[in-house]
């Protein structure tokens, strides 16, 4: 079945140590996006690729990074986490058609704790 | 920017109808969409609308009035499992806002 991965579902890490979760996906879509979601909030966009072509949230944090280094996966790289960047990390695919975005496909998300 | 607004919480009776209300605000808007999402899990794709009017499929309808900013969905014949949240997502130029979801409870 075509569907988004991401590994692992649940992630721990110390506050400060670098973690890098991952995403891929068999729907061979051109777009990948990466959302942060806390508890009852609505999932915020961090970052999306257009194929190889980046494209940066205004207002997400420079300890956020992204990689994306084929059509399958991408990587949300957190540099130095903090106790705030404790969610659910939510990776989503769509094809494109029209000059227009589809609609989405979500991995099943990586929880991340931060201790 | 934009702001979408959808009740925080619902609750609906087993076998009942419910509607969901979604107000919005954008400029450039380029279609709505609504999405299901269970307790821990992802969003998955419910319904999409860009022209006024209603779109039904099976159980679950959605409607959208682009010159009031509004959308709705209604889910008919209830069961347990529509106990979830219900995400309204606008779309401008290519870029999803989401709203922050309405829980919705369905009781026996």
């Known amino acids: 079945d075509a569907m988004v991965i991401q590994n692992p579902r649940y992630q721990v890490t110390q506050f400060g140590k670098p973690v890098t979760l991952s995403c891929s996906q068999t729907?061979?879509?051109?777009?990948m996006y990466w959302y942060q979601q806390k508890s009852s909030q609505a999932p915020k966009l961090l970052f999306h690729?257009?194929?190889?072509?980046?494209?940066n949230e205004a207002d997400t944090p420079d300890n956020f990074q992204s990689r994306r280094p084929n059509t399958s996966f991408c990587f949300l790289d957190i540099r130095s986490p903090g106790l705030g960047d404790a969610a659910m990390y939510l990776c989503?695919?769509?094809?494109?058609?029209?000059?227009?975005?589809?609609?989405?496909?979500f991995g099943p998300g990586t929880r991340l704790t931060v201790l | 920017g934009q702001n979408i607004d959808q009740p925080t919480e619902m609750t609906a009776t087993e076998g009942a109808i419910v509607q969901i209300n979604c107000t919005y605000q954008t400029s450039g808007f380029n279609g709505l969409f609504w999405y299901q999402q269970h307790a821990g899990e992802a969003p998955t794709f419910l319904s999409y609308n860009v022209l006024d009017g209603l779109e039904e499929k099976g159980r679950f309808s959605s409607f959208l009035s682009r010159s009031k900013g509004y959308s709705y969905l209604l889910l008919k014949e209830l069961q347990m499992k529509d106990s979830a949240s219900y995400l309204c997502?606008?779309?401008?130029?290519?870029?999803?806002?989401f709203g922050a979801g309405t829980r919705l409870t369905v009781k026996p």
């Open positions: 997502a606008v779309r401008e130029g290519n870029d999803m806002r």
């Open positions: 989503a695919t769509s094809g494109h058609s029209g000059g227009l975005y589809n609609e989405q496909f």
């Open positions: 690729y257009y194929d190889k072509d980046f494209n």
């Open positions: 729907l061979n879509h051109n777009v």
